[in-house]
């Protein structure tokens, strides 16, 4: 499994989910094109994603709100539930998350090691990132996590 989580990243509808038939102001700057599965739309600016969609899923379905937090910073609450399945369980009113913790949930990729263990010497898991960050609030998820066996 590749996990690609883009903190940050470009938005949805200049990727994945140009809208061809929403209204001008709705949809993106590029241009919709086919995928190789009937129905699917991706940007032009993902022209080989588009012609191999038969062979991974996208998940369009996926929205958060945290329950009266509504600014950008709450949206680390949505990447650490994301990255680990669950919510973490200190958030200030500022919406900012508690700073990580040995307490906190593993990423899915410890996950994913524990339960599809390699039978190749190597690593059963990388995650290649700087700290999940919001101005100067350190992320959870991006980190360790605890340990059970």
Same mark, same amino acid.
């Given at each position: ?18 809208? /061809? %038939? ?9 241009? *919709?094109?086919?995928?190789?599965? =009937?129905? &699917? ?46 919510? /973490? %369980? ?9 700073? *990580?913790?040995?307490?906190?949930? =593993?990423? &899915? ?41």
């Amino acid at each position: 499994m590749i996990l690609i989580f883009l903190q940050g990243g470009p938005s949805h509808i200049d990727i994945w989910d140009p809208k /061809p %038939d929403a209204p001008a102001n709705v949809r993106g700057e590029f241009k *919709p094109i086919k995928s190789n599965v =009937p129905g &699917i739309w991706l940007s032009e600016t993902m022209p080989l994603l588009a012609q191999q969609a038969d062979k991974y899923t996208l998940i369009r379905s996926m929205s958060y709100t945290p329950a009266g937090l509504f600014n950008h910073t709450a949206a680390m609450y949505a990447m650490y539930q994301m990255l680990t399945g669950y919510t /973490p %369980d200190k958030v200030s009113p500022s919406g900012q998350l508690e700073p *990580p913790s040995p307490a906190d949930y =593993p990423n &899915i990729g410890s996950h994913i090691a524990k339960l599809l263990p390699s039978k190749d010497p190597m690593l059963p898991f990388v995650m290649m990132t700087r700290p999940l960050q919001e101005s100067n609030v350190i992320g959870k998820a991006g980190t360790a996590g605890f340990l059970v066996q």
